[in-house]
């Protein structure tokens, strides 16, 4: 049966040593509490962490033991390892880096040597309990390598990435010395998901300029693989919530806390200790209030519960302290006998508690400076049974773009933040309970059973896409038979590309010359009597005949404006005119002038905008810009726009691959055909070839071609394979 093989840094078990033995505990944090709750045993495995070292073979066998009762496996990292992998790499480096912070990241060679060590060892784990069929779920920053690790070891594997914490923009991203290994890990998945589309808008936006594969829409193309990327909000799970608060105990201490608390309102606030929380800012900004508003002294607590979380790293440590002098200080500054304005508690608590403090509390006060999601949030809403309750929620948490019912903040604005907190206190239960009703409808339907089935169900789909693309990739047996049907036919015509079928892009088009193997096996095939060898390309024909004119070939150029049989002079296919270029050179030339790196190629009957080497973002948009207003202007004067591989051709309708090819093919009917090409152009080509003929495309974009193969390389190998056929 094949499984899904869960892998995240820690298990949702924390195993400790006690002095009764071995002690399991449900491990705190997002990620555990939320796929903690779906995680069935029967057929799954998660991989991970522990959460204790244990270097005894006979500790490491017993801990394997147990943990394998429930479906677990551990992955036993030492001391160091967590320091310079954990500690180091991921919370000093990637976490203030993902989370804006970049003042506070570390960078540092020795943790990245033990962060892509880890990700290996990580690797070894998945290998050794991966099956054919298996479904792989790769979670968040710190196994970011790990996608393409597995992927190396197991080229056809299902693989999901799931990123839990923020994708930051480009700008951001670029910092890190690392970043272009980073995003190729990522890139080994066949799915890669985050909280909020701004994250895989980000992550695109980083691929597209650092790895430079093609992306269209939110499809990342390497060649050879189709990659998604897409937005999945995460859920709660709503059902365990709201019925841990419709519990008799619940009822029962709610009772308790109520009678102790008399009138006060509770103001709840919960988090991990951590910079990207906001927690120093939410109690400034509670201070505020007390000062600005004498007449809620007495009248609110706030409830502050920080999960010790890291407090082995530098910065959280200090965070600590800062959180400590400021309770510190606003206790001793507003206390009465009879009233304490904070209760702060530094620890971590059982979930019947969390779950008594949201039924408890009044408002909740969630304001972080950056989070991916954030489920502190909606853990809240799910538990108001009766609906009364006010969430104050800040506009850097991925939740506040499901929860826009909620106080919504800048957490940067404590002027705003104390007005939200003053609005909470005064807010009617009508208006209180509305808002609440739509929030719940949403995180109801949304919950994290959903979240699971979307995201499994995507991962499917593209796995599926990128199959039924796969089946046209031309198999051995195919090409076999190719090779077979060449060799037994007397009339061949081989339709050859140029740019991107025979050689690779380069950054000058003049650069791309033909080389000397090329020269070689279309030497060897034109030369051979049965065979007709067509270039056919977009390029100008001077260029082509003095670059192929010297070969056996029949050439056409630009794109079927020009012909030229071997031997023969250059004749016009089409009676054109090139009257039109006085009208848009100009516009051409203006945006030359605003934007840098591109150029106009002139051709007999085609103007053409290349922008290859424009900044990648910038060219799109002004290519997008271009063409729209072409498109208007040109169908007055019987031209075409073509978007070809970062170019915008501007040319004669008739002028097209198709159409130049039939003169050929009907003066010459073949008994093989082959037409080779890689562009949106070529499939005017592909277009008018009859069903049995053998169109190829270059790469793995739909095409009206039968079969697909991955480069140039592999064009020449075909090539040589049928010159080889002759002798
Ligand atoms: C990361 C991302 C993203 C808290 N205190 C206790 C306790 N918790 C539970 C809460 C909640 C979870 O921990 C915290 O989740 P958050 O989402 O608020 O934050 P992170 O831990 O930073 O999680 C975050 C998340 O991953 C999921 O993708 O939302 O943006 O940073 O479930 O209830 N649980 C228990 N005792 C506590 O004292 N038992």
Known sequence: MPKTIIISNRLPIKVQRTENGLAYETSEGGLATGLGSIYKTDDNIWIGWPGTFFTDAAEQDQVTKDLSEQSMQPVFLTESEIRDFYEGFSNETLWPSFHYFSQYAVYDDSYWEAYQQVNRKFCQAVMEHAQPGDTIWVHDYQLLLLPALVREKLPDSTIGFFQHIPFPSFEVFRLLPWREQILLGMLGADLVGFHTYDDARHFLSSVSRIVGWSITQSLIDNGNRQIMVDAFPMGIDYEKYASLAASEEMKEKLTEYREALHDQKVMLSIDRLDYSKGIPQRLRAFELLLHEHPEFREKITLFMLVVPSRDQVEKYRELKETIDELVGRINSSYRTITWNPIQYFYRSFPIEELSALYALADIALVTPMRDGMNLVCKEFVASKLDQKGVLILSEMAGAARELSDALLINPND??????????????????????????????????????????????????????????????????????????????????????????????????????????????????????????????????????????????????????????????????????????????????????????????????????????????????????????????????????????????????????????????????????????????????IMPKEAYTIKVGSKRSLARFNVDNTKEVRLLLQAMCAVEE
């Open 414 to 687: 404590l002027g705003k933040l104390v007005q939200a907190m003053r609005e909470a206190m005064v807010m009617p239960e009508e208006e209180q309970k509305l808002r609440i009703q739509h929030m719940q409808a949403i995180i109801k339907h949304y919950d994290i059973h959903h979240w699971v089935n979307i995201f499994m169900n995507r991962l499917e789909y593209i796995k599926l896409k990128q199959m039924s693309m796969a089946t046209q990739y031309l198999s051995a047996e195919e090409r076999d038979e190719l090779l077979e049907a060449y060799r037994k036919a007397n009339q061949r015509i081989l339709f050859l590309d140029y740019d991107g079928t025979l050689t690779s892009f380069t950054n000058n088009p003049q650069h791309a010359s033909p080389d000397e193997e090329l020269l070689q096996v279309l030497g060897c095939l034109a030369q051979e009597e049965n065979n007709k060898v067509v270039i056919i390309s977009g390029r100008d024909r001077a260029t082509l005949e003095e670059w192929l004119g010297h070969l056996d070939v029949d050439i056409i150029a630009e794109h079927g404006v020009w012909g030229r049989a071997r031997g023969k002079e250059w004749q016009m296919l089409h009676q054109l005119s090139s009257g039109w270029k006085k009208e848009i050179r100009p516009i051409l030339e203006l945006l030359v002038s605003r934007t840098p790196g591109s150029f106009i190629e002139e051709k007999d009957y085609s103007l053409v905008w290349h922008y290859r080497k424009v900044d990648p973002g910038l060219g799109e948009l002004r290519a997008r810009e271009l063409s729209n207003h072409l498109q208007y202007l040109a169908s007055n004067i019987n031209l075409q726009v073509m978007e070809g591989n970062k170019v915008l051709e501007i040319k004669n309708v008739e002028v097209n691959k198709g159409l130049a090819a039939l003169n050929w093919l009907e003066e010459h009917p073949p008994g093989f055909l082959l037409g080779i090409g890689d562009d949106r152009t070529d499939e005017d080509m592909f277009k």
